[in-house]
């Protein structure tokens, strides 16, 4: 089996600051208000990279000196589709960078037993096979959700897919990866494994409940 940090799919935002970040989001003392912010602070970080790949367009602008050969992004369209609900911490993060994105969602929730995703709602752009799709959610764990969304978004027309999750353990990676082979990974660090209630390992909790300072 190939080694994870070995796949070319797998991107791994190890900067500093987000390494900072990471390590405050994950304290159990944190509370909701500062999680919010880093969770958005870090999402930002993740559609940096995620986007490294856009063409760019040469062209020239007025500055208050002179004329400038300069640079705009080559017609690139952008949906960002988070998984409810955790994955709406992540949205203002992308949101800010990419301000002409829309914003589609897909809701799916984790059946406590099985650990298998159960879709509740879904609303995409109708544009969606024309844009590059950020699927964001804080967490891959199981996989099951990231790869029910991912199925769901090809079924629709999407072509360009990459997935956006603040950590993700091995054995979600995998899933997502044997599901789907075009699609592309960010995460800001891949945890150790899932424990008997399918918890990432540290991980840090239950995002969704740590977002909206629910239990």
Known sequence: MQNLADDPRIHVIDHPMVQHKLTILRDKNTGSKKFRELARELAMFEAYEATRHFELTETTVETPICEARSYTLKGKKVAIIPI???????????????????????????????????????????????????????????????SAAIGYLREAG???????????????????????????VFTCCIDDHLNENAYIVPGLGDAGDRIFGTR
Not at 128 to 139: A, C, F, G, T
Not at 163 to 179: C, F, H, S, T
Request: with cysteine; net charge negative; aromatic share 4%.
């Open 84 to 146: 409810l609900r955790a994955g709406l911490g992540m949205v203002e993060g992308v949101v800010d960078l990419i301000p002409a994105a829309r914003v589609g969602h897909i809701g799916l929730y984790r059946d406590p037993t099985t650990h298998q995703p159960v879709t509740y709602y879904c609303k995409l752009p109708s544009d969606i096979s024309e844009r590059e799709v950020l699927i964001v959610d804080p967490m891959l764990a199981t996989g099951g959700s990231a």
């Open 158 to 184: 999407a072509r360009s897919v990459r997935l956006l999750v603040i950590i993700a353990a091995p054995e979600g990676l995998r899933v997502v990866l044997d599901a789907d082979p075009d699609v592309e």
